[in-house]
Antibody
Framework: QVQLVESGGGLVKPGGSLRLSCAAS????????MSWIRQAPGKGLEWVSF????????FDADSVQGRFTISRDNAKNSLYLQMNSLRVDDTAVYYC??????????????WGQGTMVTVSS | DIQMTQSPSSLSASVGDRVTITCRAS??????VNWYQKKPGQAPKLLIY???SLQSGVPSRFSGSGSGTDFTLTISSLQPADSATYYC?????????FGQGTKVEIK
């Protein structure tokens, strides 16, 4: 079935780095744009980053610009998020999500279960 | 960036009640609004896209309306399974911002 599975979360010190992965299955990965979204403990959802289906277009939230890099490998059906210069306020559950888009709509229809990232000394 | 403001931030209602959640955008965003349901420990679930289109598999008691800056999510007859936090999201701009969420509790 259509599925997204995140991995790579864990405990890291402030200033450290971490690379998240998202494995896609059950659909043609290269046909869809993808995003990362996070939820800090007790907080709401925050969109983090977008990558087009080909990987040629990328957008990031201001809060992570210059520190996080989204990428994808369509041959491996995988999405990545390289996180550098991590801060305490980056602590959150990170979700990958599939984007569906047409002329008059654009939404995240499939989400992974999330991976927890904790930034603490 | 476009700000999405939801109200109320929380509500408590009885099974069978009609529940309405509103979302206001800081500028006109046509119908580029989606609604998601989030339960603790679970992935968010898409309920409504393009302001009023029901996602496949979502119960028909959920509906959405609005365009421009004002949007509404309605649950016509609240069920115990609807206890969750609901988020609106705009996809009009490249920064796909979410509202702050509305927590729905069952009395």
């Amino acid at each position: 079935q259509v599925q997204l599975v995140e991995s790579g979360g864990g405990l890291v010190k402030p200033g450290g780095s971490l690379r998240l992965s998202c494995a896609a299955s059950g659909f043609t990965f290269s046909d869809y744009y993808m995003s990362w979204i996070r939820q800090a403990p007790g907080k709401g959802l925050e969109w983090v980053s977008f990558i087009s289906s080909s990987g040629s277009t990328i957008f990031d939230a201001d809060s992570v610009q210059g520190r996080f890099t989204i990428s994808r490998d369509n041959a491996k059906n995988s999405l990545y998020l390289q996180m550098n210069s991590l801060r305490v306020d980056d602590t959150a559950v990170y979700y990958c999500a599939r984007g569906i888009a047409a002329a008059d709509y654009d939404a995240f229809d499939i989400w992974g279960q999330g991976t927890m990232v904790t930034v603490s000394s | 960036d476009i700000q999405m403001t939801q109200s109320p931030s929380s509500l408590s209602a009885s099974v069978g009640d009609r529940v309405t959640i509103t979302c206001r955008a800081s500028q006109s965003i046509s119908s580029y609004v989606n609604w998601y349901q989030k339960k603790p420990g679970q992935a968010p679930k898409l309920l409504i896209y393009a302001a009023s289109s029901l996602q496949s598999g979502v119960p028909s008691r959920f509906s959405g309306s609005g365009s421009g800056t004002d949007f509404t999510l309605t649950i016509s007859s609240l069920q115990p399974a609807d206890s969750a936090t609901y988020y609106c999201q705009q996809t009009y701009t490249t920064t796909r911002t979410f509202g702050q969420g509305t927590k729905v509790e069952i009395k």
